[in-house]
């Protein structure tokens, strides 16, 4: 009878321990969940950017080109206020998220004067409309092609932005022919940015949600990097 009510006991007290251990599982990643988004919005509202884009605005003023200024701000605006929308919803359209990157990379294109064009496929087996992404998911790297890798170009730079379908999941390509990542960074620095680590962190997130194997490789090229994003294949109905 000891025995017995000794066992009990011990599972009773394994059970709890195992219960406790799973809610402190639960915690931490909701915990991640939530500082990983909240470091997605920074990096996503740079303050850099931020900067640089009110500084172009006062440029164009100051040089009496009222037409670009205003344009220029209009298109900030925008973006501004989507990310700000976007920013506490967990998956945009395809539609709209390509729609954010082209206004960005017009923006950016501006403030270099156009010395990049860029060009954007989507696989007619993808439905626009009817497939989701998370908000920005592919900035970061649009945002090292062009700072990193075509702004230390003297011109001709070209960023192509392509989204495939393969199985139950997508994937989405960004190439550029910049100078590369062993032109782009001094030896002993990180190559890898902060939004890249976050996006990281957001793909890390959603194949745990989705018991889904996404991932993100990079390859330099002869010229440029080429940067590939496997995400899976999410369906608003």
Known sequence: I????????????YKRRRDDLEKKKVAEFKAKVAETELK???SQMNPHFIFNSLNSISDFISK???????????????????????SEKKWITLEEDLE?????????????????????????????DNTLVPPLILQPFIENSIWHGIAKKEKDGKINIEIKKEGNMML?????NGV???????????????GVKITGNR???????????????????????????????????
Request: a neutral charge; one cysteine or more.
């Open 64 to 86: 009496n080109d009222t037409t670009q200024a205003n344009g220029y701000l209009v298109k900030f605006a925008k973006l501004t206020r989507s990310i700000l929308e976007n």
């Open 100 to 128: 954010l990157m082209e206004l960005y990379m017009q923006l950016e294109g501006l403030r270099l004067k156009n010395k990049f064009d860029y060009s954007i496929a989507v696989d007619k087996n993808i439905e626009l």
């Open 2 to 13: 000891l025995l017995a009510l000794l066992s009990i006991a011990g599972y009773f007290l």
């Open 40 to 42: 997605a919005l920074r």
């Open 180 to 194: 590369g990542r062993s032109r782009a960074v001094q030896p002993n620095q990180d190559k890898s940015s902060l």
């Open 203 to 237: 793909i890390d997130i959603i194949n745990h949600l989705n018991n889904t194997k996404g991932a993100i490789t990079m390859a330099d090229k002869e010229e440029g990097l080429r940067v590939a994003l496997k995400l899976p294949l999410e369906l608003q109905f």
């Open 172 to 176: 989405c390509i960004v190439e550029d």
